[in-house]
């Protein structure tokens, strides 16, 4: 994460995140470690395709989305291989995230071909996300509504604050 400092012309970073997206992939979800979707294969399932990404691109962060949650300021981070969410909050002081939760949705034993029939899927590819506040929102709770490239999906989750 970098700060734009608008008294100069730079940026400073303030953090880097390492080997943690990869840690808790391997901590929280073993079984589908650094998998990937293969459309070529789509009778294999998640389990099937672990580790497949690590020789190219790991997990693949690719899309982050910056939200305020009861005023605490929060990162949604979205992976492309494993199409997994997770969750950092951000030290009001530091501006370090800290983990908080990481999540996936679909049915990791079966098939991409049948996970996909029996609309057990998931968000293959969650490349867009936006936050809705409780203000904004129709049911008064946070919500994270997650698009799924690859699974031609939009899925609003409710966002709890633990």
């Not at 899309?63 to 951000?90: C, D, P």
Request: charge should be negative; include cysteine.
């Amino acid at each position: 994460i970098f700060q734009y400092s608008n008294k100069a012309s730079f940026l400073l970073q303030v953090w880097n995140s390492g080997s943690d997206v990869e840690m808790k992939h391997a901590n929280y979800y073993p079984q589908i470690f650094n998998c990937e979707f293969d459309d070529d294969h789509p009778e294999h399932t998640p389990r099937r395709e672990m580790d497949e990404a690590s020789k190219k691109k790991g997990p693949e962060t690719e899309s982050i989305t910056v939200a305020e949650l009861n005023g605490n300021k929060v990162l949604f981070i979205g992976n492309e291989r494993t199409s997994t969410m997770m969750v950092y909050s951000v030290d009001a002081a530091t501006g370090i995230p800290s983990f908080e939760s990481i999540y996936r949705a679909g049915n990791d034993r079966k098939s991409w071909a049948a996970a996909y029939a029996d609309r057990e899927i998931g968000d293959i590819d969650p490349e867009h996300h936006l936050f809705v506040a409780a203000v904004d929102s129709p049911s008064g709770a946070p919500l994270l509504v997650v698009a799924g490239n690859l699974s031609g999906t939009v899925s609003v989750y409710q966002v709890v604050d633990n």
